[in-house]
């Protein structure tokens, strides 16, 4: 089929615009005509054969349009063919009770039925532009069972990590939320239907929408990734777009070779993606505890005490990245603001790494109150065994750096209760080689530097 | 150090107008993460525009050994026994596949294909396959990830170094060391975050300061040279005859002079004078404190070589490289020339790597030892490989080998790169790559995820388009990442 000529199409656009005007002066008519069955309002019987004119010139305009917009396509046939019928009926029907204004019972007879055709028409106009289920979408179940739809379905039930499945539990809803309302049996723009698995593969006028392992040349992408004001950007400007994280997790999942099976579990995705798992599957924004690299959990910290504690001169606060919650303490150099670790114990349990090697600090009490503590630097730093034990209930604890300190045996019990400890350091330490040993064969999945020889 | 408290109360103006100029994308980014951006402490000058990476890192520090030249990798890394097999024999052309020459060889009649004079062995528990002539790099055999499988497009050292250092073969863009310091502020307050160290005295192919340039960026982010001499860094010590003194109060009007100039002009460049007048303020203290090595016991120097006492060698940039990580520098770049072995290549080869398998291996094993190698990236590697045909003729006792881009190898250790690893492999000839290919670009965008920035993401606009390190290339390797 020939595309049509763009001045079609263009002038075609005015239908949503121009169809309004006649339904207007259309039941304005009938109204003025109910109205002047009263002897108060005899006077209005006058100006219906006006009205009533306008409304049947701009109904014959509005028909004309629409059947140029009928060209552009993409509406479901069935209900377009309805509309269009029954928006010609009204606009003949319309001259048709103008001709007849003469003969009061034809008159009425002609003037209730193309308001009923009106009904009809403009009912269906509504359905090819929104969807047939747009007015009962919000409406209670029972007003929903009276127009014929079924019972609003609950919303997904929330899935089990382990059983989530990416393509279904993650991809599909994406679509589902910012495509299917225009790419639905009722709606087929560009030929393309979202709606339905087999559909969406099979792809639209131009051809399948991705192309399985190569981002670059699938079409789905390309759209999403042009600039907003594009006429081919994907949704179309007015539509709410993807948002960043669900267009990388569109780009990862086609990258993979678009599988339909594959588990969110198994998946290998960058943390961005995973953190998009984690807020769609569990519900909670980058909770992600089972995403595989060991974040803590741990409370947000609070900006407000961040704000204050920026002002000591030599302390770095930092975000460890965009995408984690937890953040990183850092004392630059000895002669900081830093007296003790006082002030910093109201954020404490929002640190996960903490790096104390340059602070000069004296006293570390209140060490244990870093829960969430992952990494701690303590290398050349005057940290006792008493103080050392403060860090027995940091359960996270990845990595723990002693080089260059006055810790000795006396430290092994609290060492070794580290129990998912993965690197310690202990190169010039006063830690014997029998506290090593003891050390190793207690925590034999941790990597215990004594220093190294070439 | 207590001095440079008197700036402080400047900064709350420099820091709100530095972060005006930048845009209010990054005002309102930096006010995000520091509500009170504007009258924090010094340190807040140093953010990086990204106000932080992208997802977790794994490293916080690079340290990029760059052998310039083009190592030989068929004489260090990668083992070809047919080559030894075929020796004096002409290259197939099926090998060749008319892969483009050099002026040097396009001349020659033949091209025989020349043999390693040296052995092989595996070594470590990983059982790496390495050289006779990398004794020391062979006792870190378990900690290092070698890559065979590095390609590039470049032939000629110039565009192929930098196209290793910015991204793209012609000069102009930013190099690695800038694009991070942009992106990921500093660490230190009194040291510049990219520090480029120099071989001294080295013939080879020459080195130029565009290598650690800005490109585009905000000229605060270059990589700042320090040279073993008396003067490390030049024109940072006050002339003869001028006091301290004198210099703050000259310091402090230059600055009032300064923003006159910005209040004119407008041009964000002033402020990046005034950043970098006033880190050469303090690197007057810190940068003799770091060069001064004499506070290094014996079984530090012991570890890097005889060498290392000597300011100015491979062995002794190793040596303040570390001591730099441990100032909290992002990106130090160690440059050693000599590795362009056209000719000569049997003797010439010992030497380069007498002057530098020890001091590598050294500072991996140091890094280690100070449980800082979890957070750094050492990478060892030179802009292309060398051929396996001979340049020049063959001998019995001497051959040389030409450029040859089309495969060669690098190695890297430190956190986020699986030690005790080889990926990629080339063919048996040595020539292309069979497996797993690893383009320039490709490497570029691991590093970059090792900082955890997503190289796509990280862009700057430039004339109307948006640059980034690995332009429009560039996939992250994931095979090497632990």
Known sequence: ?454 | MCDCHQYEPKYSRRDFLAKTTMGLGAAALSSLLNPLGAFASPLNDRKGILGGPHYSPKIKRVIYLFQSGGPSQLDLFDHKPLLNQRNGEELPPSIRQGQRLTGMTAGQKSFPLAGTHFQFARHGQSGQLLSELLPYTSKIADDICIVRSMYTEAINHDPAITFFQTGSQQPGRPSIGSWISYGLGSDNENLPSFVVLVTKDKRGQPLYARLWGSGFLPSQHQGVQFRAGKDPVLYLTNPPGIDPEDRERYMVYLEKMQRMQYEEWGDPEIHGKIAQYEMAYRMQTSVPEIMDTEGEPDYIYDLYGEDSRKPGTFAANCLLARRLAERGVKFIQLYHQGWDQHGNLPNAIRTQCQETDQASAALVMDLKQRGMLDDTLVIWGGEFGRTNYSQGQLTETNFGRDHHPRCFSIWMAGGGIKPGFAYGATDEFGYNVAENGVHVHDFQATLMHLLGINHERFTYKYQGRRFRLTDVHGHVVKDLLA
């Not at chain 1, 009276?146 to 994406?174: D, R, S, Y």
């Not at chain 1, 994280?245 to 290998?268: C, D, R």
């Not at chain 1, 580290?418 to 350091?425: F, M, P, R, V």
């Open chain 1, 1 to 454: 089929m020939e595309a049509a000529p763009d001045w079609l199409l263009f002038l075609g656009r005015f239908h949503p615009l121009i169809v309004h005007f006649p339904i207007g002066l259309l039941v304005m008519g009938g109204f003025l005509a109910w109205m002047s069955r009263k002897p108060k309002w005899q006077g209005l019987k006058d100006a219906v054969p006006i009205v009533w004119l306008g409304g049947a010139l701009f109904a014959s305009l509005a028909v004309i349009l629409g059947l140029m917009l009928a060209e552009g396509g993409g509406y479901d046939e069935g209900t377009l063919d309805w509309h269009k019928w029954l928006g010609i009926g009204v606009a003949v029907l319309a001259w048709a009770t103008w001709a007849l204004k003469n003969k009061p019972k034809l008159y009425a007879a002609g003037l209730i039925s193309s308001l009923l055709l009106l009904l009809g028409a403009g009912h269906n106009g509504g359905n090819l532009t929104h969807g047939s289920d747009y007015l009962v979408q919000y409406a209670p179940n029972p007003v929903r069972a009276i127009a014929g739809f079924p019972p609003k379905v609950e919303k997904m039930e929330p899935v089990a990590w382990e059983e989530a499945e990416v393509f279904t539990h993650v991809i599909q809803p994406i679509l589902k939320q910012r495509c299917v309302s225009c790419h639905n049996p009722r709606k087929i723009k560009g030929g393309l239907r979202m709606d339905n698995q087999e559909m969406l593969l099979a792809g639209g006028d131009n051809g399948p929408i991705w192309v399985a392992g190569k981002v670059d040349e699938s079409e789905i992408m390309r759209r999403l990734h042009l600039p907003e004001n594009d006429e081919e950007h994907m949704p179309p400007r007015g539509k709410k777009p993807l948002s960043d994280a669900q267009i990388e997790t569109l780009s990862w999942w086609i990258e993979q070779g678009a599988e339909l099976e594959q588990k969110v579990a198994q998946a290998e995705a960058p943390e961005t993606v995973m953190a998009y798992f984690s807020s769609q599957i569990t519900g909670e924004a980058g909770a992600g505890t089972a995403a595989a690299d060991t974040k803590t959990q741990g409370p947000a910290i609070d900006m407000g005490m961040v704000a204050e504690l920026s002002q000591i001169p030599g302390l770095s606060i930092q975000p460890i990245s965009q995408s984690d919650a937890l953040w990183e303490i850092k004392v630059l150099a000895a002669d900081s603001g830093l007296q003790s670790l006082e002030p910093l114990l109201p954020i404490a349990a929002s640190i996960k790494h903490l790096d104390l090697s340059s602070s000069g600090l004296e006293r570390f009490t209140g060490l244990d109150q870093f829960t969430s503590l992952t990494h701690l630097h303590l290398e050349h730093s005057a940290i006792s065994n008493d103080e050392l034990a403060q860090l027995r209930g940091l359960s996270h604890l990845l990595y723990l750096n002693l080089f260059d300190t006055s810790i000795s045996d006396a430290a092994v019990p609290d060492l070794q209760s580290l129990s998912k400890l993965g690197q310690l350091y202990l190169w010039q330490s006063q830690i014997s080689e029998t506290g090593v040993a003891t050390l190793r064969q207690q925590l034999p999945d941790c990597e215990i530097n004594t220093g190294l020889v070439l």
